[in-house]
């Protein structure tokens, strides 16, 4: 029902930021390589999310946007072992109970477009189309007041887009992002699977000079990565990146490994911009945690925490040589 989707569209679509991720999720998990990102007034006024993926049959156009009926595992210690980003069929059942959607969508040989108002299905229509999803949600939470008043200021609201869109871009470097707030440009990567270019399209090229590679391992992790010499900093903690198996998560203790890898280097309230990419077992990724959230716990935390910041140190040391 209408009813049960509001609901879920609780748990799933908190913010503007939360219905960009899945989108573009859904892009990345349909293998697109090219997933344009388009935001007016931070994603109240509408948000439109282009990809060159596989796009949807027509006759699973409907089901995509039926709660749960994609659900492709059951349990949440899959979550770190499944290839694909989307697992609960959720999303796009949820974000059409609280919103205006339209998408078009096609296969290569046939396409649909679609059209969802609050729940309910106004339009349905052949749409011939090249290949890919194209996805515009307007009137976020037009009929869920309460949800709309939550909301933080327009800044931060983009600022949370963009967060989203960078670590997004950060765990898919073969993927080519661009993402357009009121038609200027926020972000561009070139999607060649350079991890170093995309941290240039984000951060911009000066700013990607001033950081170094780093690699390390143990038995159990392996690490790569690139940390910025102590000379770039910044005031948050949001600027260092830690993706786990290719996906960007939060974590209270890895992230202040990053940061007591630079030791006395780091001023007081200064924090550097760092993407470390580990490889594990998946495993050894603690399912305890809810899935819309990023927050993940590990096993074998400590031993992980020790690596990052020797990792840094050492190579911090190097580079002062
Ligand atoms: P989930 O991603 O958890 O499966 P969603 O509600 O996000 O659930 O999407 C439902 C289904 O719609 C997906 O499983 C996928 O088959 C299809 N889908 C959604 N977005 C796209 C897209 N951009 N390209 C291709 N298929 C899509
Ligand atoms: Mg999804």
Redesign the pocket.
Known sequence: TVLADQIAAGEVVERPASVVK??V???V??H?SQVDVLILASGVQSIR?I?D????ADE?VLT?FKRHA???ITSRKDLFQVR??????????SIASVADVVMA?STGTSGTSIHYRGGKLLHQAPAPLRQ??D?TVTDLFFNTPARLKYLKSPQTELANIVDVVNRLALSYPKVAFRLVHNSKELLKTAGRGDLQRVIAGIYGVANARKMVAIAGNDDDFQLKGYVALPALTRSSRQYITILINGRAIKNQQLTKAVIQGYGSKLMVGRYPIAVIDLRMDPLLVDVNVHPTKQEVRLSKEPALAKLISTTITARLADVNL
Request: zero cysteines; hydrophobic letters at 35%; charged letters at 25%.
């Open positions: 899945e989108l999720e859904n892009a998990d349909a697109a999310v990809d993926g596989d796009g949807i699973d995509a994609t659900s492709k694909s980003l989307g697992f609960r069929g959720e999303a796009l059942p969508t890919g999803t996805i």
